[in-house]
């Protein structure tokens, strides 16, 4: 197995991240390989979290695995893999999850949120919001704007006592007290435009979901304490059915 590999598996293992995060990094080893150091896509958002070697806690860990999907897991050297016995020491609150009928009260139930994260005595700038689409990231702005919190982009080195908001892609290797995950819904989540239809390629597109999948896990573990998911409409298929 390739050294970034191991490592990354490693750190999946002590991490708790468990058997379908290994799954997703060794899926996405090529791509690991080929970017040294300073892997990019989908496999840097999936490899900077493991790769950062940060505690989580352990509630937030079980949700996210989950995300990756269930098929079982069998390393590049043939053997089916098995972590039995393997637990994250930490424990935190578990994940929340809201589905809302319209935009306006998925943005509202965020402002609520954020500010129930501020009165806990969390940093605007330990709070991160993040979206698929940078169009659905600048309209959660605008909102939250007018309701009277502030936000910068992730990118640039801006100290302002202001919410962190971007795109999933954009919040490769940062990590955050507290992270909502918003507009988790199909038509988004996947992204259409990022996945090749079945009947022209089956094997790409199933990698194309894969990747997608990578990227909503990724997303979600750059919460460290308190991870909020949100979605307008019908609930994005990789959200666990039993948690919508």
Request: charged share 20%; proline share 6%; with cysteine.
């Amino acid at each position: 197995m390739p050294r970034a590999v191991r490592r990354g598996v490693t750190a999946a293992v002590e991490y708790g991240v468990g058997r379908a995060g290994i799954a997703a990094v060794r899926a996405l080893d090529r791509d690991v390989v080929g970017q040294g150091h300073h892997p990019r896509g989908a496999a840097g958002s999936v490899t900077g979290w493991v790769f950062a070697h940060r505690p989580s806690n352990r509630q937030r860990n079980a949700w996210a695995v989950s995300l990756l999907g269930t098929d079982p897991v069998t390393g590049l050297d043939g053997e089916v893999d098995s972590l039995l016995g393997y637990r994250s020491p930490m424990h935190g609150p578990r994940p929340q999850l809201r589905m809302t009928a319209t935009r306006a009260e998925e943005f509202g139930l965020l402002a609520e949120q954020i500010r129930s994260w501020l009165a806990l005595g969390i940093e605007p700038q330990a709070i991160g919001v993040t979206a698929r689409s940078a169009s659905l990231v600048r309209e959660a702005r605008q909102m939250l704007k007018a309701d009277g919190i502030m936000t910068v982009p992730l990118s640039g080195r801006n100290n302002a006592q202001a919410v962190r908001a971007g795109t999933m892609h954009a919040m490769k290797g940062l990590e955050f007290q507290a992270v909502a995950v918003i507009g988790v819904e199909e038509g988004l989540v996947p992204e259409p435009a990022a996945i090749t239809p079945e009947g022209e390629d089956a094997v790409t597109h199933a990698q194309d979901l894969q990747r997608e999948r990578c990227v909503l896990f990724a997303a979600c573990t750059r919460a460290r304490d308190h991870l909020f998911v949100s979605g307008t409409g019908a609930p994005s298929r990789f959200l666990p059915p039993l948690a919508v």
